[in-house]
């Protein structure tokens, strides 16, 4: 959930804008207020406010625009917001940078020989639907507002997979993605945002004659990307992938998983196209007060169409992500909450409404010794969002 304190107001972002070839268009992106996160979380939908958003174009309109300065930025595709930053810069705390999670297919964005852009409709693997439903490719970009979130504008890509690293037929069989990077979370360390995503595409150009499944584990996993604060009001191409040595991999390129955070072969991971074998995804990062360290929750698919029963919490205990390979330093993830029979989906932990969280102006992505368990719970064809748990840590 992304979020933000303005003033005394405490503001979630809930919700999806955009067309969805799988799914349907939506506008239900909004934000909700309250005077702490228990009474933001509270708001029934008709209270939440719709924001200005940028308009769906189509994919020619998409490609072009980034070359006309005057345009209005449009996006293909459906987007969902997963981290908000707040520019430290701006007093009144308006100025916010969404990091957003985008979906495409091939038939709302084909590939375009001349930018390389869009994706092409040729052994596509199957969906989450049937057997006549497309994956999705997942890309993250970053959108930008000065009003505290009523009005916002789209800045462009941060780190995206092209076209010949998406895992197609008959290998990807997995129900999830045909490739791509997305369900993110970021944080700021120094002059840069680091960028926690999950990368599901192949580690190279993807040959159905010539593929391994485990060159394709290799790449995979929970990775890392970064970008110059101050290069967030025109991000294409200014992110940097962690290489396995420093963040010198291009933001379309490949770059290196954090290893401590994937599941050994030996262990049953795998790659994340294949349908019985198992990964950790959705990372959500906060820096926490008590521990003085880096905290992150994530799922774990076991099974395809993303099922997975159980949440995992690793540590890293470098303040600074940028010196050396401090950025890579997670431990081993432990179990933390585990549903038999259910599938959970994006963990996070959030603020409680008490006297020392609504002081320190604690969000997702800063919070202190007691946290709230937040996620959603699918047991069949239901699903909600959760809260029944209290995180309590201990040094």
Same mark, same amino acid.
């Given at each position: 959930?992304?979020?933000?304190?303005?003033?005394?107001?405490?503001?979630?972002?809930?919700?999806?804008?955009?067309?969805?070839? @799988?799914?349907?268009?939506?506008?239900? @992106?909004?934000?909700?207020?309250?005077?702490?996160?228990?009474?933001?979380?509270?708001?029934?939908?008709?209270?939440?406010?719709?924001?200005?958003?940028?308009?769906?174009?189509?994919?020619?309109?998409?490609?072009?625009?980034?070359?006309?300065?005057?345009?209005?930025?449009?996006? +293909?595709?459906?987007? =969902?917001?997963?981290?908000?930053?707040?520019?430290?810069?701006?007093?009144?705390?308006?100025?916010?940078?969404?990091?957003?999670?985008?979906?495409?297919?091939?038939?709302?964005?084909?590939?375009?020989?001349?930018?390389?852009?869009?994706?092409?409709?040729?052994?596509?693997?199957?969906?989450?639907?049937?057997?006549?439903?497309?994956?999705? +490719?997942?890309?993250?970009? +970053?959108?930008?507002?000065?009003?505290?979130?009523?009005?916002?504008?789209?800045?462009?890509?941060?780190?995206?997979?092209?076209?010949?690293?998406?895992?197609?037929?008959?290998?990807?069989?997995?129900?999830?993605?045909?490739?791509?990077?997305?369900?993110?979370?970021?944080?700021?360390? !120094?002059?840069? @945002?680091?960028?926690?995503?999950?990368?599901?595409?192949?580690? !190279?150009?993807?040959?159905?004659?010539?593929?391994?499944?485990?060159?394709? =584990?290799?790449?995979?996993?929970?990775? +890392?990307?970064?970008?110059?604060? $101050?290069?967030?009001?025109?991000?294409?191409?200014?992110?940097?992938?962690?290489?396995?040595?420093?963040?010198?991999?291009?933001?379309?390129?490949?770059?290196?998983?954090?290893?401590?955070?994937?599941?050994?072969?030996?262990?049953?991971?795998?790659?994340?196209?294949?349908?019985?074998?198992?990964?950790?995804?959705?990372?959500?990062?906060?820096?926490?007060?008590?521990?003085?360290?880096?905290?992150?929750?994530?799922?774990?698919?076991?099974?395809?169409?993303?099922?997975?029963?159980?949440?995992?919490?690793?540590?890293?205990?470098?303040?600074?992500?940028?010196?050396?390979?401090?950025?890579?330093?997670?431990?081993?993830?432990?179990?933390?909450? $585990?549903?038999?029979?259910?599938?959970?989906?994006?963990?996070? @932990?959030?603020?409680?409404?008490?006297?020392?969280?609504?002081?320190?102006?604690?969000?997702?992505?800063?919070?202190?010794?007691?946290?709230?368990?937040?996620?959603? $719970?699918?047991?069949?064809?239901?699903?909600?969002?959760?809260?029944?748990?209290?995180?309590?840590?201990?040094?």
């Amino acid at each position: 959930m992304a979020e933000v304190w303005i003033a005394d107001t405490f503001r979630i972002f809930p919700g999806k804008h955009g067309e969805d070839t @799988l799914w349907g268009y939506s506008d239900n @992106l909004r934000f909700g207020n309250g005077r702490n996160a228990d009474e933001a979380f509270a708001n029934q939908f008709e209270d939440l406010v719709q924001p200005q958003m940028p308009p769906n174009v189509k994919p020619d309109v998409y490609v072009k625009q980034w070359t006309d300065s005057n345009s209005v930025k449009g996006v +293909v595709g459906a987007v =969902w917001f997963e981290t908000v930053y707040q520019d430290e810069r701006d007093p009144s705390g308006k100025t916010l940078y969404a990091i957003y999670h985008n979906e495409n297919y091939p038939w709302n964005f084909p590939y375009d020989t001349e930018s390389g852009q869009g994706y092409i409709d040729h052994n596509w693997p199957r969906g989450l639907t049937g057997p006549q439903s497309p994956a999705a +490719v997942s890309r993250i970009g +970053v959108m930008k507002s000065v009003n505290g979130g009523y009005k916002w504008e789209n800045k462009g890509i941060f780190i995206e997979d092209l076209q010949s690293r998406m895992i197609l037929k008959p290998h990807n069989s997995s129900n999830t993605f045909a490739g791509g990077v997305g369900d993110p979370s970021a944080v700021a360390s !120094g002059d840069y @945002l680091y960028l926690f995503y999950g990368e599901y595409g192949y580690p !190279g150009k993807y040959d159905s004659a010539t593929y391994d499944p485990s060159l394709e =584990w290799s790449g995979q996993c929970i990775s +890392v990307a970064r970008i110059k604060i $101050d290069d967030l009001d025109a991000p294409s191409g200014k992110a940097k992938r962690w290489d396995g040595k420093e963040f010198n991999a291009p933001s379309d390129g490949i770059g290196s998983p954090v290893k401590s955070l994937q599941i050994p072969l030996e262990s049953g991971g795998g790659p994340s196209s294949a349908p019985d074998k198992k990964f950790h995804w959705g990372p959500s990062v906060s820096w926490n007060t008590y521990l003085n360290c880096w905290v992150m929750l994530m799922g774990k698919v076991e099974a395809k169409s993303w099922v997975g029963s159980s949440i995992w919490i690793s540590y890293n205990f470098n303040k600074d992500l940028g010196t050396g390979d401090n950025s890579q330093q997670w431990t081993k993830p432990a179990l933390l909450l $585990d549903r038999p029979g259910h599938i959970l989906w994006y963990p996070s @932990l959030q603020p409680l409404n008490t006297k020392e969280d609504i002081e320190n102006r604690y969000t997702c992505t800063r919070l202190g010794k007691r946290a709230r368990l937040f996620f959603k $719970d699918q047991a069949g064809p239901y699903s909600e969002y959760l809260s029944e748990y209290i995180i309590e840590f201990e040094k």
